[in-house]
């Protein structure tokens, strides 16, 4: 699996939009990006995926580098709830079976 | 729709115990898999069924077990409990095995502490 660098954490503003970077310099042609995010203690909750194109919707927004070695995942207009560690994960298709996680990026909605 | 389901929520097990997971997948998904997060990681991969036949398995010990029954539910089994398997244990499932398109969904998960 190609792997992913994210920020350990960042901080975004009520209202504002929120930017998690993802960096996947190794990403193959046939590797997907998938976000995940994970609210305290629940599940992790599956947010939106893309190969190629940018994909929107309606949690979220994710813009790929057209070199692909870079991806974006943009929530519009944070919310208090959006306060979660974010999983950028990349996976290969069609014969990768798992995800694997890294550390992600802590996000914190303030007021 | 319902999502995945699991049970128990909590649980509280002494070391040298076994203990049975379950977990019921999203109607129509005909794959399982399972996940250990330790506090502070993220989630890693234990294994993945479909039509009752393992189609992957993470660097678990041979303690770790799994199965899936005809329904697609699923039962995670781990003997000779450890305080190191203390851990929340998520069960995702997904319409098939692989494929970089299906997406895996989470349910709640299974908080197992080990004294």
């Known amino acids: 699996d190609a792997k992913t660098t994210q920020p350990t954490s960042m901080d975004c503003a009520e209202g504002r939009a929120a930017n998690l970077p993802c960096n996947h310099s190794?990403?193959?042609?046939?590797?997907?990006v998938y976000w995940y995010r994970q609210i305290h203690s629940q599940g992790p909750q599956y947010i939106i995926h893309g190969l190629k194109n940018n994909e929107t919707n309606e949690m979220a927004s994710l813009i790929i580098t057209e070199d692909r070695k870079s991806s974006t995942l943009i929530l519009p207009h944070a919310t208090l709830r959006d306060t979660a560690v974010y999983y950028c994960?990349?996976?290969?298709?069609?014969?990768?079976?798992?995800?694997?996680f890294g550390a992600g990026t802590t996000v914190t909605v303030r007021a | 729709d319902a999502g995945v389901t699991q049970s128990p929520t909590h649980l509280i097990k002494t070391r040298g115990q076994h203990v049975t997971l379950r977990c019921s997948p999203i109607s129509g998904h005909k794959s399982v898999s399972w996940y250990q997060q330790v506090l502070g990681q993220g989630p890693q991969f234990i294994f993945q069924?479909?039509?009752?036949?393992?189609?992957g398995r993470g660097n678990f010990p041979d303690r770790f077990s799994a199965r899936q029954f005809p329904n697609y539910s699923s039962e995670l089994n781990v003997n000779a409990l450890l305080l190191g398997d203390s851990a929340l244990y998520l069960c995702?499932?997904?319409?098939?095995?692989?494929?970089?398109?299906?997406?895996?969904?989470f349910g709640p998960g299974t908080r197992l502490t080990v004294l």
């Open positions: 995702a499932s997904s319409l098939e095995a692989r494929g970089g398109s299906l997406t895996q969904y």
């Open positions: 069924y479909y039509e009752k036949e393992e189609r």
């Open positions: 994960i990349v996976r290969v298709s069609p014969n990768d079976y798992k995800l694997s």
């Open positions: 190794t990403i193959s042609g046939n590797e997907y």
